[in-house]
């Protein structure tokens, strides 16, 4: 489904989230404005096998975790009645679409986004489901950078998480030589602060923000 | 061959499950593990099945893509499955973002998928190539398993 057909029912239906939410839409992402340091709000991923489909995630992106393309691993796909893949086009049944999928995205901002739109949110929110090693990249980071009292200590158990993986894996490799860099600096708070202000605007920069 | 013929040669497909090609990165699956991923892998090989027959016969890249669109549908409809699910150094990403790797059906939670699931159609097949792009970029070490339409 291409980008302008997604844009065309968000500005025909989804105006609401726009007006009453201050979201904005953008290159198939509808996000929380101001967008400050947590990129909050829903992502139309196309379908690679359904030229009329797309899954509507409900996400949020730390920035401060440098990255060059969206990721959704902190959300969820909205599933309505006919399962993870809304059409939004060539449907006939477009409007009951529609009225499925609103109140699905209400009560995600409500359950969910409002809940972890910030750092210390987001830590507080994800600290018990470490369920991967990129879930605790991303709470470390949010401890650190919200200065929760036990960064140090979060960091530390971080680092030794990362050095049992595989570090032959290239990302993982990575993960751990940002991680002991970050252990290097962690009690300087303007250079920690520095850091992650870079990658916010890097970030930002990189997937078009 | 009608939807009804196809389901019912799905319902025949619990010996394929012996001979799918399954690839587990790390570890062995318990008992019950094995046995959810061969009730689900017994579900989707069906929708491979019925896929096909939905489509007919036929060969090249349209033909697989329809098979694909078909089968897509129809695993969705499994309990506990996503579909078209792209992965990149262990995270999630949206269809199309550079160097990512995209299953077919995920099984599990998408963080920590147990099972990934590959259609594949008339001559392709599940190379070491491809089993190594998802052990890379998917996390969890989840069992990858090819699945034919029969």
């Known amino acids: 489904m291409k980008n302008i057909a997604v844009e065309r029912v968000v500005k025909r239906y989804l105006q609401a989230f726009i007006i009453n939410d201050d979201f904005i839409f953008s290159n198939n992402l509808l996000y929380k404005s101001p967008l400050e340091d947590i990129l909050a709000g829903f992502c139309f991923e196309k379908s690679g096998l359904n030229k009329d489909g797309v899954y509507v995630w409900c996400f949020v992106q730390p920035l401060y975790l440098k990255s060059e393309h969206i990721i959704l691993s902190y959300g969820k796909r909205l599933k309505g009645t006919r399962g993870e893949l809304w059409l939004l086009k060539n449907n006939t049944n477009l409007e009951e679409t529609i009225e499925e999928l609103i109140p699905l995205m209400k009560d995600a901002i409500d359950v969910f986004l409002n809940n972890v739109d910030t750092p210390s949110k987001f830590y507080n929110y994800y600290q018990d489901k470490l369920v991967n090693l990129r879930m605790a990249e991303a709470v470390t980071y949010s401890a650190i950078y919200s200065k929760n009292k036990d960064s140090k200590l979060i960091l530390e158990n971080y680092i030794n998480i990362l050095e049992n993986e595989n570090i032959e894996v290239d990302w993982v490799k990575n993960l751990l030589d940002v991680a002991k860099g970050l252990k290097l600096i962690i009690g300087n708070d303007e250079a920690i602060q520095n850091l992650f202000q870079k990658n916010i605007i890097e970030t930002k920069q990189t997937i078009g923000l | ?150």
């Open chain 2, 1 to 150: 061959m009608a939807n009804s013929d196809a389901r019912a040669i799905g319902s025949l497909v619990a010996d394929v499950v012996a001979i799918a090609v399954v690839h587990k990165a790390g570890g062995k699956a318990s008992a019950a593990e094995t046995s959810i991923a061969e009730t689900t892998m017994f579900k989707l090989q069906g929708a491979a099945n019925e896929a096909s027959a939905t489509v007919g016969e036929g060969s090249g890249a349209v033909h697989g893509t329809k098979v694909h669109t078909e089968f897509g549908k129809l695993a969705s409809e499994v309990e506990g499955v996503s579909t078209e699910v792209s992965y990149k150094d262990g995270q999630v990403v949206p269809y199309g973002t550079k160097g990512s790797v995209r299953a077919d059906a995920v099984e599990g939670n998408l963080e920590t998928p147990t099972n990934i699931y590959d259609l594949k159609t008339g001559g392709a097949k599940l190379t070491p190539a491809n089993v190594n792009k998802y052990n890379q970029h998917v996390p969890s070490a989840p069992t990858i398993t090819e699945i034919k339409p029969k």
